[in-house]
């Protein structure tokens, strides 16, 4: 089994470190770095069944419809038997996208499950200081039109100095407003 932990794709060259766990690794590293592709190979550490790789390629193939989608891949993944698990949070338009890639490339593929981003995950997006604030700024009318509060009013029922309050709303709603742009536009 191979697990890529780590990896850096390029258009013409990618880095990755690479965990192989097998029963002998020797001549599967020996294999590795016999072949043409592989410009630089270098064994961090090797135990009786398993060792950590630096591969540099000159054919980084697999991650390069991940590159141009724009899709980022959670790491680590296995490559067993030629086949490479991956998984990955994106929106319906880079899955495509990165679904359209790897069919230009002739590289077949099956996805096993979609599922919607639930409210936990978009949680993520905030900190939890950032959520107090913009919750609070919310509920204090800040927001509607015309405006019930003012950032001073938010900043007081919080406690906290108008600058910060401004500076953890303004950081909150870039996140928002971001996250927007790449679910729901052409970027």
Request: aromatic share 4%.
């Amino acid at each position: 089994m191979f697990q890529v932990v780590t990896s850096i794709p390029g258009e013409g060259t990618g880095i990755g470190l690479v965990r192989l766990k097998t029963a002998d690794p020797l001549p599967l590293i020996t294999d590795i770095q016999s072949r043409d592709d592989i410009e630089d190979l270098e064994l961090l550490w090797k135990h009786e069944d398993e060792a950590l790789l630096q591969i540099k390629t000159v054919n980084p193939l697999p991650l390069l419809p991940v590159l141009r989608a724009g899709v980022p891949l959670r790491m680590p993944f296995d490559i067993q038997n030629g086949v490479a698990t991956w998984e990955v949070t994106t929106s319906t338009r880079r899955l495509s996208s990165l679904g359209d890639h790897l069919e230009d490339l002739g590289i077949g593929f099956t996805i096993e499950s979609v599922r919607e981003i639930d409210a936990s995950q978009a949680d993520q997006l905030l900190t939890d200081r950032q959520q107090e604030v913009l919750l609070a700024a919310v509920e204090a009318g800040y927001y509607r039109t015309p405006r019930e509060s003012t950032l001073g009013e938010v900043a007081a029922a919080l406690d906290i100095a108008n600058a910060t309050c401004s500076d953890v709303l303004h950081r909150a709603e870039g996140h928002i407003i971001h996250w927007f742009v790449e679910e729901h536009m052409e970027v």
